[in-house]
């Protein structure tokens, strides 16, 4: 491949796109380092890495989180909702403080458990606060609504304080 026809270290290709690469391996840390001229007056892009590929293998992908939400809180009925993602394990997200939340949902035994049926609730509702959580807690799907009151409020006990 020509990368010096574009005078950059990527080409286009019909099924995708070229990059030239100057990987420095062992380079004590993972960064993009930016673009160089090379002696033979090809552009590449310098990288450095910590660990060499073994065998010329690529480094196996991360581990998919154990834990993987998303979260819409809403205050009020009339109030705009607040967004986030969080994922654990490795800790992650757009969530404000996203391992101060997966140490709290780690703690919590079982905190998405259904609530058993036919149990009587108190009619206790300690704030106006409510959580949308879906995704994925330990492989198992989570869809579900949560408020500090009512058959949840015990839930919200052990759960809550990531709403904030």
Avoid at 33 to 41: C, H, L, P
Avoid at 53 to 81: C, E, Q, R, Y
Avoid at 136 to 150: A, C, R
Wanted: hydrophobic fraction near 40%; charged fraction near 20%.
């Amino acid at each position: 491949m020509n990368s010096r026809a574009f005078d950059c270290f990527w080409t286009p290709l019909p099924d995708g796109v070229f990059v030239d690469v100057r990987l420095t391996p062992r380079g004590g840390h993972d960064a993009i380092k930016g673009m160089e001229r090379r002696s033979d007056g090809r552009v590449v892009l310098k990288a450095r890495v910590r660990a060499a590929p073994s065998d010329g293998a690529a480094s196996a992908p991360a581990p998919a989180p154990k834990v993987s939400l998303d979260i819409t809180v809403s205050t009020t009925p009339n109030a705009p909702s607040k967004h986030w993602t969080l994922q654990c394990e490795p800790a992650g997200g757009t969530h404000p403080n996203p391992a101060a939340a997966c140490a709290v949902l780690l703690k919590a035994k079982n905190p998405f458990a259904p609530l058993p049926k036919g149990i009587m609730c108190p009619m206790i509702r300690v704030g106006t606060k409510t959580a949308i959580v879906k995704g994925t807690y330990f492989g198992k799907h989570i869809d579900t609504k949560l408020s500090p009151g009512g058959c949840q409020l015990a839930q919200w006990e052990k759960i809550g304080q990531i709403f904030n």
